[in-house]
């Protein structure tokens, strides 16, 4: 489980005030659904709200017929309830799949990865090296290479997180999650929610993206950034600190 550090409890009581519907936002703003998810789409409508589709994950991975036996598996990769490998999904020598989890054709998971179930990924993608995977949904083309969780998300197609990209999921309070966008705050009735990233966008390494952020499609959070919030489009969030250097004194 990965935690946010809220520092401003008076300014999250005033935008409580100022929360409205979630029918102003449409998951077709961010996301494209892949083709080879469209067994999928009748629970994932491009008129809800992004975070409506990870309500639906669980009732969408019931939806589909028992997994066959999976046979051939590297000795070191534990399996452990309903999972479904699409052709060409590649095995490292180790790793954890806990179901309900569906992997789609061609995609690499990589030695160490940890997928907790209620996981949907698509075509191509990449589950790397010592990542944690829970409650999710990542399209084709996902990049997760190296040291990320990534927990009650949704990564859009082509979407890629750097070395160390962390979706904080939880905020400290354990309160409902809610999204700040330009019209104001919107409630989300979710305790758990990590981080929409639309289609073709990108987290630099070692970013942290707070609970209930939203980046739309091609948004770059530059390295080392702790972003919350909506980002648009085609836009780049950084940060600049002071970096100061002087002798030794040894």
Sequence with gaps: ?????RRAPALRLRSRAR???SARVQAA???????????FAPFFRPEAAPWEWLRRIPEALAS??????LTGLPPGVHVEGPVWLGEGVRLPPYATLLGPTWIGPGTEIRPGAYLRGNVIVGAGAVLGNACEFKHCLLLDGVQAPHFNYVGD??????????????C????????????????????????????VLGDGAEVGCNAVLNPG???????????????GGF?????????RGVLQTFPRRD
């Design 168 to 195: 904080s999921n939880l905020r400290l309070d354990q309160q409902e999650v809610t999204v700040r966008l330009p019209e104001g705050v919107m409630a989300t009735g979710l305790r758990k929610f990590g981080a």
């Design 213 to 227: 952020t939203i980046l739309g499609k091609r948004a770059l959070v530059m390295p080392a950034t702790a972003f």
């Design 64 to 69: 589909l017929p028992p997994p066959p036996p």
């Design 19 to 21: 929360c409205f519907s």
């Design 231 to 239: 980002l648009p489009a085609a836009t780049i969030a950084r940060t």
């Design 1 to 5: 489980m990965a935690t946010e550090y």
């Design 29 to 39: 703003a961010l996301l494209t659904l892949s083709p080879s998810l469209a067994a």
């Design 153 to 166: 998300s949704i990564l859009g197609e082509r979407a890629h997180l750097g070395a160390g990209v962390i």
